[in-house]
DNA sequence: CCGGGGATTATCT
DNA sequence: GATAATCCCCGGC
């Protein structure tokens, strides 16, 4: 199994990289605790453009610096108040598009998981929704900044196909903050997986 | 089963 | 001082 090259990350269309992050396999180190869990659930974000992103009309702070950073960067960021928020930055430095993980299935460690939520390994639940993702995975927002074809957090394509008519699209979760924009098709999942958000995929 | 609202705090204005 | 790319519980049907 290899790590996903820099050159996924290094591409102008994130709404296809979002798709295309469907199956892929996330994993995280963190001083030998090791979790992996495959991708069933993205967002896509378009920085400059999008009015629900953190970067829209060139907005730059301390919070969303990272989502200007190089290709395969992780950026990381609190919503609510307490819940770590799990992106994959693309395209270009300086250009800030980032795909957002809503849902994971777990796939290794699933007792580290369950441990860092506090709940059952049966509950499927417990990598569902993007702040899910991010506890279990044991992501922290010191953690924004990191590699993706480091040692701590990186993704893995192990030859899952993804068939079209497997993949559902909706418009994105939680942005209806955004006008017009909130209406966009960027939301990206696998039909009938149980990690998927939302009542019906 | 479903909808409403509270939790809880970093971040920005 | 208000808001937020959310989650979960609780009450009502």
Do not use: W
Not at 48 to 58: E, F, L, P
Not at 114 to 122: E, F, H, M, S
Not at 134 to 147: C, E, Q, V
Not at 173 to 190: K, Q, W
């Amino acid at each position: 199994m290899k790590k996903i090259p820099l050159s996924f990350y290094d591409r102008d269309d994130v709404v296809q990289i979002a798709k295309e992050l469907l199956g892929k396999i996330i994993v995280t180190n963190f001083g030998g605790q090791i979790t992996s869990a495959r991708i069933v659930e993205t967002e896509a974000y378009i920085g400059i453009t999008d009015k629900a992103s953190h970067s829209y009309g060139h907005r730059r702070t301390a919070r969303n610096e990272h989502m200007y950073s190089p290709p395969g960067t992780a950026y990381v960021y609190i919503c609510y108040g307490m819940h770590q928020m799990l992106n994959i930055v693309t395209n270009k430095k300086d250009i800030p598009d980032a795909v957002l993980i809503r849902a994971v299935e777990p796939l290794n460690g699933i007792d580290l998981m369950a441990k860092r939520t506090g709940k059952n390994i049966n509950d499927k639940t417990l990598t569902r929704g993007p702040g899910n993702v991010g506890k279990a995975l044991g992501i922290y927002k010191h953690h924004s900044g990191l590699f993706l074809l480091d040692k701590e957090i990186y993704l893995l394509d192990d030859g899952e196909k993804m068939i079209a008519g497997k993949i559902g699209t909706s418009k994105r979760i939680g942005v209806d903050g955004a006008g017009d924009d909130a209406l966009l098709p960027f939301r990206f999942y696998i039909k009938g997986n149980p990690y998927v958000s939302g009542k019906r995929n």
